[in-house]
């Protein structure tokens, strides 16, 4: 607790014994609130990892039936809905230090993009084995535009937040 608050409390006709027993519930309060917020993060990130995998499951009868140009635009879409719903999770959990935010930046972009090559390959065999006229994708292009349209609504909040600050 900060001097002068200790000082009103102590005007005020508080003992100093019961100034003690309120800052340390507060900072008992304090603990639990950052305890259940990394409870959240992590719980958080386990939701988005099952987001991701779910999408590329999804993506595989696109990624066989569909040429490049309305694919990208489908891996696009449903990245970026991925990438929102990640943002809006991650950013409102409160007590989050950076360590946190700089970690749920890389890995989960690194994930979705690993998760992504290995769709693209599996739907390109399936391709092969159904022997559909359409060209295999390349499995760098197709993750890197997934994991890009992922990431791309964290970074513009992270960038808007940034400006907000040194604004005010």
Known sequence: MKLQRKEELLAKGWQEKEIKKAEETL?????????????????ALVVIVFANLLVSVILIPFLIAFDRLFLYSIIIVLAGTVGFLYNFLITDIGHLERKHHIMAGIIVPLLALA???????????????????????????????????FILPYLLDRLRLSIQERRG
């Open 27 to 43: 900072e008992r309060a304090n603990q639990q609130d950052v305890f259940f917020s990394k409870i959240v993060f992590w719980s």
């Open 115 to 149: 998760n992504m090559i290995g769709m693209v390959i599996i739907s390109n065999r399936f391709v092969d084995r159904l022997q559909v006229p359409i060209e295999h994708h390349n499995p760098w292009l197709t993750a890197a535009t997934f994991a890009l349209a």
